[in-house]
């Protein structure tokens, strides 16, 4: 063997190639995940490489011929224009000359694992729908007469493999002039299709398109809608952005909505436009944060539970109301943004995630897609806390899922100082056992309370009230301090020796911070706040018991607890607080917003769309509003943590 060895890094692959092999080709050979947007011209830049053992030829190879007499002018233009890290190279302008191990860096990679922030355990391998392509079209010519499009669509069967392109009216209307103002070069934006629908050219640049192009996932609760805005072509989040959602005038819970439907004519549309001008703020305010023309957004991807799903669709909720709780639809759908009044690029799309059941919603498939119990070898049991918690239990053998309604209390709404996570509402709580003071720390902030600095830090944004995973902190570490008692009641300050616990009304609160002398609130848990949350964590438990006595089981592995208000829920104090049985706290972790996640996941793989939508069909539902069992689990679970069900762990 004369051939050069040729060794790809981190993958390993290898093969031998002749001399002068560019590294591009020698990649797609083997199978190297190295990507390329210009097929090779040496325009994008995205197939850089760099030699760790061994050398390139300095010679580069193009298909643009002022570039062959100097050897590497395209590799030169590209560096003086944007610059390239010392030692790297184009992969497909760098040929083989001799044995070479090289570096592909995850940059270059197509499906590289974009990076997951925190507790969040899950890599998401990015393979999206929508493409860029570079292609150079053949020019017109009057003897052999073919329209621009069908040469267009000739061009990407011929240098992407892309058979069957389709391209429509607007598609027609942008193809000509940018196919003459690109010198018959031109970038296309592609949907590339599921297998079942064709491929379709969404939108053509002239030239090669430097700029990006981004996606929207879009998770819709009842009380807040938050969104991520994705760069298509490297994963990155680019801007978040949450609103409360404004449906909240029609009723503050789901049923309500449902029932304002029902008593109302023209109720239920009502209510879908009021969501989608909001999805529409929320894209005007997401892409303003990132400085980009909404146009630039070429799809959306929504996770809703079933009443916000219909609606968003304006699709009457009724339905949902009653028994036997049917859906219009539980498969997952694309949809043109148009279609739901979404004002994107014109032609973007719409992923709908499959919803489970009547009760348990794209949501819940999004966080089944994000914490994946189906491929867990434990016992997992997987809750998402909003004004409906979404529970899931299983592993891969069978996964078993309901929801419960929690009410808005764990998103810091009907909190007395409740209010959306948002830089400084107080997110952590510690209360000291013996003194009774507080510290606490606000979103925005890295200082607690009562370190130097604190009030410096918060200037700016104030201490504005307490968000979700902040009253589940706090009142768990007032029941843990001694001033609730076990049936939740917030002693006196003679019981509870703190002056902290002040009378409200005919019952008492406990002052956590006191800001009217800086002009800000007094931020209190009172009497009702307690309440609220025993409701909340009750249904909670109750829905997690009752998936638990359908599988036959009494302890479970694992805990996931996620939550798209409130940052990452404390494992400790869901536990004190008795919202999920009992389990080591090691095996308690917290999953920030995995419905969030989950939307973000099936838009930038589309492949994990396929894996939901199989796995939604095999999950089992519990439907609780039909199940006397809840109403039991429901009243014994009021006590904190619970009035019969042992806490071992607690007591470690
Ligand atoms: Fe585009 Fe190399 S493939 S620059």
Redesign the pocket.
Known sequence: ETEPLVIFMPSGKRGRFPPGTPV?TAARKLGVDLD????????????QVQPSFGEFSKHGVTSRPEALSDWNAVEERYKSKRGMIDGRR????AQIMGDVVIDVPAESQVHKQVVRKRAEAREIVLDPCIRLYYVEVEEPDMHHPSGDLERLEKALAEQWDLAHVEGDLRTLQMLQPALRKGDWKVTCAVHVGNGLTPARIMHVWPGFHEGRIYGMAVDLGSTTIAAHLCDLQSGEVVASAGIMNPQIRFGEDLMSRVSYAMMNPGGASEMTVAVREALNALVGQIAAEAQIAPELIFEAVLVANPVMHHLVLGIDPVELGQAPFALATSDAMTLWAAELDLRLHPDARVYVLPCIAGHVGADAAAVALSEAPHKSDDLMLVVDVGTNAEILLGNRHQVLACSSPTGPAFEGAQISSGQRAAPGAIERVEIDPATKEPRFRVIGCELWSDQPGFAEATAATGITGICGSGIIEAIAEMRMAGLLDPGGLIGSAEQTGTWRCMPEGRTHAYLLHDGSAQGGPRIMVTQGDVRAIQLGKSALYAGARLLMDQMGVDSVDRVVLAGAFGAHISPKHAMVLGMIPDCPLDKVTSAGNAAGTGARIALLNSAARREIETVVRRIQKVETAVEPRFQEHFVAANHIPHASAPYPNLAA
């Not at 184009?90 to 302008?93: D, P």
């Open positions: 591009l390329s947007v210009c097929g090779g011209r040496g325009i994008c830049s995205k197939c184009l992969g497909c302008q």
